[in-house]
């Protein structure tokens, strides 16, 4: 039977000799003899056991749980059962890793948008990513309580060239205003913003939001405790500040 040194066993498993060594403080791999100068000495089946150790490590086993089946007899179900928990742990480790690369990315989105930057604007992006939701609900609302009207829009159209029927398309012009009207002033009540340089959420005037300049996720707008005009990060108002309109 051959005969293995510390570091020959480290080579072929392609670890470190402290690696072994390490193993061996642990009662996991305990050299079958020691040579007359002291050196310690692995046959064959500890080269096998040294691999399966460094199999169950890669797989994300920990040494306790590792020393506990190998002085089992038989651990054929015991490891089922061990590399079953390490799944489930990995998976959620991953899902974990996932969540805060979501993080991440959103972070470097939302500073990409934000004309002055600093760290306290990391707090404004807080709360537009906990905000994303709400906001993409009352879109959504606004969206789908919308779409009666466009079809009214385009059966007006269809019977004024079709059969002259032209009062329906008035009858239409009529409820997009009054549609308009109240979508706008729902909107801008639900609604309210981050400025990007003293961080204050406040909501402006029907007026003053109407007629700004905007983009998808920002307006133009005066901070009313700063007097900065700047591109502000919309969010939805808090339910405390709708209950106070």
């Known amino acids: 039977m051959s005969k293995y040194t510390t570091g020959e066993v ?3 498993c392609g670890v470190t000799v402290r690696t072994v ?14 040579s007359e100068g002291g050196r310690r000495l692995y046959n064959d089946d ?6 399966i150790i460094c199999f169950l490590r890669e ?31 990995l998976k959620e480790e991953v899902d974990q890793r996932e969540k805060q690369l979501s993080i991440i990315e959103s972070i470097k989105k939302e500073m990409k948008e934000i004309e002055n930057f600093s760290v306290e604007s990391i ?10 939701i709400k906001l993409r609900k009352l879109r959504l609302t606004l969206l789908f309580t919308g779409i009666p009207v466009t079809l009214l829009e385009i059966i007006s159209i269809i019977l004024w060239i ?17 549609y308009g009207i109240w979508g706008s002033v729902y909107y801008f009540k639900s609604v309210a913003y981050i400025c990007p340089v003293c961080h204050e959420v406040f909501k402006p005037t029907f007026k003053e939001a109407f007629f700004a300049y905007h983009t998808p996720r920002m307006r133009r707008l005066t901070c009313p405790k700063c007097n900065n005009k700047s591109l502000c990060i919309e969010v939805c108002a808090d339910e405390e500040a709708l209950a106070n309109d």
């Open 10 to 12: 480290a080579k072929i």
């Open 21 to 34: 060594q390490y193993y061996d403080t642990k009662k996991l791999l305990v050299p079958s003899e020691l």
């Open 46 to 51: 500890d080269l096998k056991k040294m691999k």
């Open 59 to 89: 797989a994300g086993l920990p040494i306790n749980s590792i020393s506990a089946l190998l002085k089992e007899e038989n651990p054929e179900s015991i490891i089922s059962v061990l590399l079953s928990q390490q799944e489930q742990v």
């Open 123 to 132: 707090g404004d992006i807080a709360h537009l990513m906990k905000n994303k």
């Open 162 to 178: 079709t059969f002259g029927i032209w009062w329906l398309f008035l009858v239409w012009v009529g409820v997009a205003v009054i």
